[in-house]
């Protein structure tokens, strides 16, 4: 580890533009103004943002034997490199699958994920694939920076990375489901739901997690046959409105499916309606049990409102 400070790289008579100009660095983020003699604050992650501190020296050491006049472009672009993955991406698509295989998290959305403009099939998207009818999956991990100085934080794999690999749909989905099935198992609730007019109820099984948590709850999905609160018999009826909810319904004797789904449907039509100021959205559509294969979903005619 380096021991030296800015001061110790800069001269006295060239520090204020080197402050200008890492506050130049920092303005395009908006945030500039910070005490840059040690270290700065900047936001950096996805999916989830967090906000990392990051040292200040490297970018002394980048600008000291450069003219004065590139001190602001320099830093805008090591600032930049910092917080948008760049190096994560990079370590990715460097290691073999097997390093990597036991940190991969799941992102379900109902829209593939894409966070650069361009073709989502570009080499620096997220890899993401159809699950569902209606429900993409993607994948993310925390990991490091180039600098062992710089903190390590979550980015979605990219396409790139996927390649390098060279592994298939299969295996990535079954790396997954694999950590999945190391963590702790959901904790799930039971409530009996009324429908507004008439008069009877449905009991519904629901699991609920910050949307933060690991797993987040929509990803006990890709497990679900081994975590739900009782076997997943033909009709049960499955929904993940919203990343951080998911839902489910038993068949009812006294009940029929469409009974119950008028309920059920009705609960995830609230939370998908919702504004989605996050992202939150995962699922529009209601899953049902298929009867000829009891732990495959299959897509249902049910869409939520727009």
């Given at each position: 580890m380096d021991d030296r400070t800015i001061l110790d790289v800069i001269d006295e008579e060239r520090l204020d533009a080197f402050v200008d100009a890492v506050n130049e660095g920092l303005g395009q983020f908006g945030a500039d103004n910070q005490d840059v003699f040690d270290a700065v604050d900047l936001a950096a992650g996805s999916p989830y943002v967090e906000v990392l501190t990051f040292p200040t020296l490297p970018l002394a050491l980048a600008c000291v034997d450069r003219p004065e006049s590139e001190w602001e472009d320099i830093c805008r672009q090591l600032v930049h490199a910092w917080v948008d993955g760049t190096d994560q991406?990079?370590?990715?698509?460097?290691?073999?699958?097997?390093?990597?295989?036991?940190?991969?998290?799941?992102?379900?959305?109902?829209?593939?994920?894409?966070?650069?403009?361009?073709?989502?099939?570009?080499p620096e998207q997220p890899w993401s694939e159809e699950l569902l009818p209606g429900c993409w999956l993607s994948l993310f991990l925390d990991a490091p920076s180039a600098s062992p100085e710089f903190p390590e934080y979550p980015e979605f794999v990219p396409n790139k990375a996927v390649a390098a690999w060279g592994v298939s749909y299969e295996q990535l989905l079954d790396a997954t489901r694999d950590r999945l099935r190391t963590q702790p198992?959901?904790?799930?609730?039971?409530?009996?739901?009324?429908?507004?007019?008439?008069?009877?109820?449905?009991?519904m099984y629901s699991l609920t997690e910050p949307e933060e948590a690991d797993p987040v709850a929509a990803a006990w999905q890709l497990v679900l046959a081994e975590v739900?609160?009782?076997?997943?018999?033909?009709?049960?009826?499955?929904?993940?409105?919203?990343?951080?909810?998911?839902?489910?319904?038993?068949?009812?004797?006294?009940?029929?499916?469409?009974?119950?789904?008028?309920?059920?449907?009705?609960?995830?039509?609230?939370?998908?309606?919702?504004?989605?100021?996050?992202?939150?959205?995962?699922?529009?559509?209601?899953?049902?049990?298929?009867?000829?294969?009891?732990?495959?979903?299959?897509?249902?005619?049910?869409?939520?409102?727009?």
């Open positions: 991406r990079a370590w990715m698509t460097a290691q073999p699958f097997a390093e990597v295989a036991g940190l991969l998290r799941p992102w379900l959305s109902h829209k593939r994920k894409v966070t650069f403009q361009g073709d989502p099939d570009g198992r959901p904790q799930w609730r039971s409530a009996r739901y009324p429908h507004p007019e008439q008069g009877y109820e449905i009991e739900a609160p009782k076997p997943l018999v033909p009709d049960t009826l499955i929904a993940s409105p919203v990343r951080d909810v998911l839902m489910l319904s038993y068949p009812d004797p006294e009940l029929t499916i469409e009974q119950r789904r008028a309920v059920f449907d009705g609960w995830a039509d609230r939370l998908w309606g919702e504004e989605d100021h996050t992202g939150r959205r995962v699922q529009g559509w209601t899953l049902r049990v298929d009867p000829d294969d009891h732990w495959r979903v299959m897509d249902d005619a049910h869409q939520p409102p727009a």
